[in-house]
């Protein structure tokens, strides 16, 4: 087996797939090296996906892989897809290492690599997400429309959570938790309808694996079928640190929500030559769609920076057969 590619993707989630699919399509030998744990497993079911609402993300991430190895992409998933670091060759691209020992060489890399959801801690709640424990309306808002739901204040999100789920619902219960409100939070919410329920949440009560309300620090329950969280949204950043690739904290409000590696929004280019990134690892805020299109386009600049390298190559050969500089 090669051990040579024009492009290694790291991370085979929708960016990457995508992306490799690209590349294929335009005739580069691509690998796809994929730890297998995708960001989305935990949920069902896909939504807001064109053409796929309601498709399961495994099937989503099988046809993907079909259509990369039809179009004659390599991919290798598991210990041999989990990459541990990347290293600049001396002559130029990269060497990839990976958890099983085995090493390949690629001229261009594409990290795809996505971000962790690190959630509040609460008993239970990490059992429940991506089911009934949410945090984007645009996922998830249809599934549980008019239904009672609350809203975890864990950080300045909360409150613009409330105003965006409650056009969905008009049961929204804001949760003070953790998070202190203030007047002019507590005004707006009143003006939307939505009820604030003081004190801390100690545990979710879950019926006939449903989830029917929280009960909070003083006993009281309250009733609702989907909590609304704001996770932190934790760049998985080992290779592009390997690579000394700066990651940088994601903030709203002052208040500091995340990490991610920095990149050009439109290709996808980091600092280091040769690396693009893709994805949530670069746009922790894409949702699957820009996710897939944010691959697309890095998969595009790679394959105009090689046709460019390309080109240079056959110029200067050409001088050389010659013997005599530019014409």
Partial sequence: ??????????????????????????????????????????????????????????????????????????????????????????????????ADGSAVRAGRLLIATGLVDELPQLPGIRERWGRDVLHCPYCHGWEVRDEPLAVLATGPLAVHQAQLWRNWSAEVTVLSHAWPLTGEDRELLCALGVTVAEGEVTGLDVTGDRLTGLTLAGGAVVACTALVVAPRFTARAGVPRSLGLPVVTVERDGVAVGTCVEADPQTGATALRGVWAAGNVSGPMEQLAGAAAAGVRAAVAINTDLCEAQARRALEAHRARRGAGPV
């Avoid at 051990?3 to 030998?29: E, H």
């Fill in 1 to 98: 087996m090669d051990n040579s590619y024009d492009v290694a993707v790291v991370g085979g989630g929708a960016a990457g797939l995508a992306g490799a699919l690209t590349l294929a399509r335009a005739r580069r030998s691509v690998l796809v090296l994929d730890s297998g744990s995708p960001r989305n497993a935990p949920a069902a079911h896909l939504h807001g996906y064109l053409g796929r609402d309601g498709a399961s993300p495994a099937e989503l991430l099988a046809a993907g892989r079909a259509e990369v190895a039809g179009h004659g992409g390599e991919l290798r998933s598991g210990p041999a897809g989990t990459v541990l670091a990347a290293d600049p060759l001396p002559d130029g691209g990269f060497l990839v290492r990976c």
